[in-house]
């Protein structure tokens, strides 16, 4: 049985690299907004992998803390959201009692943070553009097993 992970980000790099290179291994669904990932956990899903910034999302699909979305978003704002979409994706996914392993590629320096979006939305494991390619499949690999 192949497992099913859903790609969370408002572009296609993750989604299109993963696919090239596990894509005979596990499939990845692709989702740009909160909406969308609810309609991909329907049809099961093994883990998540979530980018952070979500600068091509339109303003009226953006979350905020409790998983809300507003038509009516100032130009701070709506930043705000933007640069940490992805955690309040997974924020408003663990509210809901959602409990797939997920992954979040984010550069955050102060790994206080780190330890404290680990412990809080686990199962959770932030990876930065430091970490290599082949870490990251051996990563995707071990999810949900």
Request: with cysteine; charged share 35%; aromatic share 6%.
């Amino acid at each position: 049985m192949t497992r099913r992970l859903v790609v969370v980000e408002d572009g296609r790099e993750y989604s299109e690299r993963f696919r090239r290179f596990l894509g005979h291994q596990i499939d990845f669904a692709r989702a740009s907004s909160l909406a969308e990932v609810r309609v991909r956990l329907s049809g099961g899903c093994d883990g998540l992998l979530l980018d952070l910034d979500f600068r091509r999302t339109r303003p009226e699909e953006l979350v905020d803390e409790q998983g809300r979305t507003s038509e009516d978003l100032s130009e701070d704002e709506r930043r705000r959201l933007v640069e940490s979409q992805g955690i309040f994706v997974l924020r408003a996914l663990r509210a809901e009692g959602r409990r797939q392993p997920a992954l979040l590629f984010a550069d955050i320096d102060d790994r206080e943070q780190v330890s404290f979006l680990e412990r809080s939305l686990a199962p959770l494991e932030i990876l930065g553009s430091d970490v290599s390619l082949p870490e990251i499949a051996r990563r995707i690999r071990a999810m949900g097993r």
